[in-house]
């Protein structure tokens, strides 16, 4: 890499790429590449070869606001939107790269001129407006692929150029029925704004963004708006298939710790397989990675996809590339159901792959799953994951993306398992769900390699699950890489090295905070010398009732009081997330529970009008719907689920199902039954009452959030996590072993003020509480 690159690559953490396709050796133009909105071009070049318009129409064109050259002891600013480039001395520039790469990311009081990609959109709507037939989502991305490469190759298209090109057999029959095509032709040709579109470095450099934004326009059904033409505006959810585009700074970063990690220098032939492609984002930035690195040898790449459109788009932005490399690339970019075929052996796996749940399967698809996994339902990206470290050659390397709970589910610990004795990762990332553009899915990053190093250590990446994270933590991770301090710990984000032994031996694999690691491992300490013990030695966490139908099996007061005494009986306030707030229960909503001691009370229809006649009136009409409950309970009026062991009422701890330290509380009266929440019952039957309030001052405290990051899942929206059995069954807690001790009796006294909202020494309390852990 040139120095001077170098040079901007470890001071901002930006990454370059060959700024021009099929850019000359020694041109040294560069797209700085950050993953998110502050790309920008950069020129070493030693003669002014442009004026100033042209500088700004190529950074346009490659859908950045910047292009800047360095011209001797000056560096020239030239922003898409001003008029007048500025000059700034480049020994501020250079002694100041961090508050330069601020400075020019994108202002308020800057200029706001349309961005290529929305510009081809444009026209794009207009194609999809007119061919409003539903099934013609593939029609018109073909007629974009077209438009995109006449404009490039200035119109010289037709059918023997088609291969070439990566398009598809039929284009030009959907083309020649498109009589408004020359219309948008012309209005691509003119461009805006002064700006003439440069498709090379459209695609080049934005072809993600601008076909993850054509893809949800295609497959919008234009037959629900009422609007035509420009004005037409498309909604698409991908979540139905599970699959989700990759961002381009994402699959960037995956892409250049890969090829890093896998020592091509060597090497004379690589072969790259991406089994769940999409418009081909890893693979084309694989290719442009390694072309800019140096990489002579022939590459092999396959893409499969099940989606045709995919694999038009693919074959398209893939043979774009292959003018780069003539005859050492060769492609194998096909429609497959990656789940059912078999894979090559190969060098290098990159995916994201598909989230489908066990249910959205079709039966071959299952079948195919049972013969790799025999137990469980597991979620598709799981089979993918396996099926990838299976294909890998000798030293091979993965990189994907992959749902969080694939770290820390009971479901995928097999998994795991099975996965790092063939390919041990030696990077894992927390991203949180604020990655894909129109999905809210909770991800992490993988990447492993074949026999790994077992005793060394994996970097991890944690980022708190909060908006626009993620890619400046994955600039910082490159700046790490080329030699800036680790670990890095931030109040959002932090990098740093774990030995891999301590990883591999947890339950979960789930990065945690720098913060949260040190923390953690005073509490393994604790827990070694038995002044603590886990949650599970002590409570058995009881998963509250499901009813089969909330909407009839529970009711508000209002409809309460109108019962009479009698028909009220049969009815308990519920434990969920609404009568359970800042550690208070209140009766907010009630349960229809007809059980005893000896289990249900209510045995015929007969008995149920007779007993609770107003709520039987109620219920009746939905008979049928009730009995054919997947259960196969025999009374049709009976909860799917009531748990038995809230058939007597009694004294106990519960929870909420979701939420932090606040949705603890004590049920004094015994009266509640847990719907939506948890009940923690205590394994030793002689455990005496107050005790649990003893337990509630620690899980009320603000300390136990910071226990719930480290064994729980965070879910968006700040200090929320998952309180389900699964997770707070691994929390450690104090060991009491006497009933007189100072600091139990003084719990005992804040845990039952907490349970009925009475003001207390909150400091003191939390004081004592961290005291406990070491803090």
Same mark, same amino acid.
């Given at each position: 890499?040139?120095?001077?690159?170098?040079?901007?690559?470890?001071?901002?953490?930006? =990454?370059?790429?060959?700024?021009?396709?099929?850019?000359?050796?020694?041109?040294?133009?560069?797209?700085?590449?950050?993953? +998110?909105?502050?790309?920008?071009? =950069?020129?070493?070049?030693?003669?002014?070869?442009?004026?100033?318009?042209?500088?700004?129409?190529?950074?346009?064109?490659?859908?950045?606001?910047?292009?800047?050259?360095?011209?001797?002891?000056?560096?020239?600013?030239?922003?898409?939107?001003?008029?007048?480039?500025?000059?700034?001395?480049?020994?501020?520039?250079?002694?100041?790269?961090?508050?330069?790469?601020?400075?020019?990311?994108?202002?308020?009081?800057?200029?706001?001129?349309?961005?290529?990609?929305?510009?081809?959109?444009?026209?794009?709507?207009?194609?999809?407006?007119?061919?409003?037939?539903?099934?013609?989502?593939?029609?018109?991305?073909?007629?974009?692929?077209?438009?995109?490469?006449?404009?490039?190759?200035?119109?010289?298209?037709?059918?023997?150029?088609?291969?070439?090109?990566?398009?598809?057999?039929?284009?030009? +029959?959907?083309?020649?029925?498109?009589?408004?095509?020359?219309?948008?032709?012309?209005?691509?040709?003119?461009?805006?704004?002064?700006? =003439?579109?440069?498709?090379?470095? =459209?695609?080049?450099?934005?072809?993600?963004?601008?076909?993850?934004?054509?893809?949800?326009?295609?497959?919008?059904?234009?037959?629900?708006?009422?609007?035509?033409?420009?004005?037409?505006?498309?909604?698409?959810?991908?979540?139905?298939? #599970?699959?989700?585009?990759?961002?381009?700074?994402?699959?960037?970063?995956?892409?250049?710790?890969?090829?890093? $990690?896998?020592?091509?220098?060597?090497?004379?032939?690589?072969?790259?397989?991406?089994?769940?492609?999409?418009?081909?984002?890893?693979?084309?930035?694989?290719?442009?990675?390694?072309?800019?690195?140096?990489?002579?040898?022939?590459?092999?790449?396959? #893409?499969?996809?099940?989606?045709?459109?995919?694999?038009?788009?693919?074959?398209?932005?893939?043979?774009?590339?292959?003018?780069?490399?003539?005859?050492?690339?060769?492609?194998?970019?096909?429609?497959?159901?990656?789940?059912?075929?078999?894979?090559?052996?190969?060098?290098?796996?990159?995916?994201?792959?598909?989230?489908?749940?066990?249910?959205?399967?079709?039966?071959?698809?299952?079948?195919?799953?049972?013969?790799?996994?025999?137990?469980?339902?597991?979620?598709?990206?799981?089979? /993918? @994951?396996?099926?990838?470290?299976?294909?890998?050659?000798?030293?091979?390397?993965?990189?994907?993306?992959?749902?969080?709970?694939?770290?820390?589910? +009971?479901?995928?610990?097999?998994?795991?398992?099975?996965?790092?004795?063939?390919?041990?990762? /030696?990077?894992?990332?927390?991203?949180?769900?604020?990655?894909?553009?129109?999905?809210?899915?909770?991800?992490?990053?993988?990447?492993?390699?074949?026999?790994?190093?077992?005793? %060394?250590?994996?970097?991890?990446?944690?980022?708190?699950?909060?908006?626009?994270?993620?890619?400046?933590?994955?600039?910082?991770?490159?700046?790490?890489?080329?030699?800036?301090?680790?670990?890095?710990?931030?109040?959002?984000?932090?990098?740093?090295?774990? *030995?891999?032994?301590?990883?591999?031996?947890?339950?979960?694999?789930?990065?945690?905070?720098?913060?949260?690691? &040190?923390?953690?491992?005073?509490?393994?300490?604790?827990?070694?010398?038995?002044?603590?013990?886990?949650?599970? *030695?002590?409570?058995?966490?009881?998963?509250?009732?499901?009813? %089969?139908?909330?909407?009839?099996?529970?009711?508000?007061?209002?409809?309460?009081?109108?019962?009479?005494?009698?028909?009220?009986? /049969?009815?308990?306030?519920?434990?969920?997330?609404?009568?359970? &707030?800042?550690?208070?229960? &209140?009766?907010?909503?009630?349960?229809? /529970?007809?059980?005893?001691?000896?289990?249900?009370?209510?045995?015929?229809?007969?008995?149920?009008?007779?007993?609770?006649?107003?709520?039987?009136?109620?219920?009746?009409?939905?008979?049928?719907?009730?009995?054919?409950?997947?259960?196969?309970?025999?009374?049709?009026?009976?909860?799917?689920?009531? %748990?038995?062991?809230?058939?007597?009422?009694?004294?106990?701890?519960?929870?909420? $199902?979701?939420?932090?330290?606040?949705?603890?509380?004590?049920?004094?009266? #015994?009266?509640?039954?847990?719907?939506?929440?948890?009940?923690?019952?205590?394994?030793?039957?002689?455990?005496?009452?107050?005790?649990?309030?003893?337990?509630?001052?620690?899980?009320?405290?603000?300390?136990?959030?910071?226990?719930?990051?480290? @064994?729980?899942?965070?879910?968006?929206?700040?200090?929320?996590?998952?309180?389900?059995?699964?997770?707070?069954? &691994?929390?450690?807690?104090?060991?009491?072993?006497?009933?007189?001790?100072?600091?139990?009796?003084?719990?005992?006294?804040? %845990?039952?003020?907490?349970?009925?909202?009475?003001?207390? +020494?909150?400091?003191?309390?939390?004081?004592?509480?961290?005291?406990?852990?070491?803090?």
């Amino acid at each position: 890499m040139n120095e001077h690159i170098s040079l901007w690559v470890k001071q901002t953490g930006v =990454l370059p790429v060959n700024l021009l396709h099929c850019q000359n050796a020694g041109v040294l133009k560069y797209a700085m590449l950050d993953g +998110d909105i502050n790309n920008f071009c =950069l020129d070493y070049s030693e003669n002014q070869d442009m004026d100033a318009d042209a500088y700004k129409q190529q950074a346009w064109s490659s859908n950045m606001r910047n292009y800047i050259r360095v011209a001797g002891d000056d560096v020239m600013l030239y922003r898409v939107g001003n008029v007048s480039p500025e000059r700034i001395s480049k020994s501020l520039v250079l002694n100041n790269m961090e508050k330069f790469y601020q400075y020019i990311s994108p202002k308020q009081d800057v200029p706001n001129i349309e961005g290529i990609v929305p510009f081809v959109m444009k026209e794009f709507r207009g194609i999809r407006n007119w061919l409003r037939e539903e099934n013609s989502a593939e029609s018109s991305m073909t007629a974009l692929l077209y438009m995109l490469a006449f404009i490039k190759d200035n119109g010289n298209i037709g059918n023997d150029s088609l291969v070439s090109l990566g398009l598809p057999a039929n284009t030009l +029959d959907i083309v020649g029925k498109l009589t408004t095509m020359e219309e948008h032709l012309q209005h691509l040709r003119e461009g805006m704004n002064g700006f =003439l579109p440069n498709i090379s470095l =459209l695609l080049r450099h934005a072809a993600g963004q601008l076909f993850e934004e054509a893809n949800y326009i295609a497959k919008f059904n234009p037959q629900l708006s009422l609007f035509t033409n420009y004005d037409i505006k498309y909604a698409y959810d991908p979540q139905k298939l #599970g699959a989700f585009y990759t961002p381009t700074y994402l699959a960037r970063s995956i892409v250049e710790k890969v090829i890093k $990690e896998s020592h091509i220098e060597d090497k004379e032939e690589i072969s790259i397989l991406d089994p769940a492609c999409g418009s081909g984002e890893f693979l084309v930035e694989a290719l442009r990675q390694l072309k800019t690195i140096g990489f002579t040898g022939k590459v092999k790449v396959y #893409g499969w996809d099940v989606s045709s459109i995919a694999i038009n788009i693919a074959n398209f932005v893939l043979h774009f590339e292959k003018e780069e490399w003539n005859n050492s690339l060769e492609l194998h970019i096909e429609e497959h159901d990656s789940i059912v075929c078999n894979w090559p052996n190969v060098d290098i796996v990159f995916m994201n792959p598909p989230y489908s749940s066990w249910e959205q399967l079709n039966d071959e698809q299952r079948e195919s799953v049972k013969e790799l996994m025999p137990k469980g339902k597991p979620n598709l990206s799981g089979v /993918f @994951y396996l099926k990838a470290v299976n294909a890998l050659k000798e030293s091979g390397v993965i990189g994907c993306v992959m749902p969080t709970s694939f770290l820390i589910n +009971d479901s995928t610990k097999e998994l795991r398992k099975i996965s790092k004795e063939k390919a041990t990762p /030696f990077y894992i990332g927390r991203l949180g769900s604020f990655v894909f553009q129109r999905a809210f899915v909770d991800v992490c990053v993988v990447m492993a390699k074949v026999r790994a190093d077992f005793d %060394g250590s994996i970097t991890m990446l944690w980022t708190d699950n909060k908006g626009k994270l993620v890619p400046d933590a994955l600039r910082k991770l490159r700046m790490i890489d080329y030699g800036a301090a680790i670990p890095l710990n931030m109040e959002d984000v932090s990098i740093y090295q774990q *030995d891999a032994k301590s990883v591999f031996n947890n339950e979960v694999w789930m990065p945690l905070s720098y913060k949260e690691m &040190q923390v953690k491992k005073t509490l393994d300490g604790l827990l070694a010398c038995g002044a603590m013990e886990r949650v599970k *030695d002590v409570f058995n966490v009881r998963q509250g009732c499901r009813t %089969g139908n909330n909407s009839l099996f529970k009711i508000k007061k209002q409809e309460l009081l109108a019962m009479g005494e009698e028909e009220q009986s /049969f009815f308990r306030p519920s434990v969920d997330s609404g009568s359970l &707030q800042n550690n208070v229960l &209140q009766e907010e909503s009630y349960v229809f /529970f007809p059980y005893g001691e000896n289990g249900l009370n209510i045995l015929s229809e007969e008995q149920l009008e007779n007993k609770v006649p107003t709520y039987y009136r109620k219920i009746v009409g939905s008979k049928e719907s009730l009995a054919s409950r997947a259960s196969g309970i025999r009374e049709w009026w009976a909860l799917t689920r009531p %748990g038995s062991w809230q058939y007597t009422p009694e004294l106990k701890l519960v929870s909420a $199902e979701f939420g932090n330290s606040s949705n603890y509380s004590i049920d004094e009266s #015994g009266r509640f039954v847990v719907e939506r929440g948890l009940a923690w019952l205590p394994k030793d039957e002689q455990m005496p009452i107050d005790n649990l309030y003893a337990y509630l001052a620690i899980l009320s405290s603000e300390y136990y959030n910071t226990l719930l990051a480290i @064994y729980s899942k965070q879910l968006a929206g700040g200090i929320w996590f998952n309180l389900e059995k699964k997770f707070v069954d &691994q929390i450690p807690l104090p060991r009491f072993s006497d009933n007189e001790d100072y600091t139990l009796q003084l719990l005992i006294g804040y %845990g039952k003020k907490i349970a009925n909202g009475v003001r207390f +020494d909150y400091y003191k309390c939390e004081h004592l509480v961290r005291g406990l852990y070491g803090c």
